[in-house]
């Protein structure tokens, strides 16, 4: 199956990837994994992205999409993958559809995560992260035994740079401004499917897997 995961920052989409990867033996496929993988390699593509990098501007959409070509190319993902992170906006989703027309593998369903700002809002400044150990909380919903400090290993727990209220509306608001046009495109492609991106973790999983196995 050949997917893409949509949704906001909070959504979820990255720990869903994850599970599902696992469960249906198809990679996850993050943009910003794959950067850092062909700067650290080195490779063609790796090399321009360093560039656009290294001179602060954003790594262009041709490259991005040679380099999930690659990706698709290799042998774990001949049953299919699931894309997260990409596409951010509409030009990304015509030149990714047009890249997989080309290959004559198009997409085959794409899942929404649907959740509301002020959840999204409550999820991302409650987050709290150990120094040591890497564990994440939340104040709000699934606090630490004793405040401040990490169930796992007493580590001290801290407040990400890019985790404050400000940082986070901005990050919503780019979402909105950009990424949401998607809901729109690929409903008119019939590919779009919506599922509420809250309550329990286990039952949000089985439903995707549900639009999986039709897809």
Sequence with gaps: MRTVLLGAPGSGKG?????LSKQYA???????DLLRAAVAAGSELGQKAKAA???GALVSDDI??????ERISQQDAK???ILD???RNIPQAEALD???ADLNQPLQGVVLLDVAFEEL???LTGRRTCKDCGAIYNVHLSPPQKEGICDNCGGELFQRADDVEETIANRLNVYEQQTSPLVNYYQQQNKLHTIAGTGDVNDITRQIGQIFDTI
């Design 121 to 123: 809002m409550q999820r």
């Design 98 to 100: 047009t890249m997989l």
């Design 53 to 55: 990098m290294d001179a």
């Design 26 to 32: 198809i990679p996850q496929i993050s943009t910003g």
């Design 79 to 81: 049953n299919g993958y």
């Design 85 to 87: 992170g990409f596409p």
């Design 64 to 69: 991005v999409v040679g380099l999930i070509k």
């Design 15 to 19: 720990t869903q990837g994850v599970v």
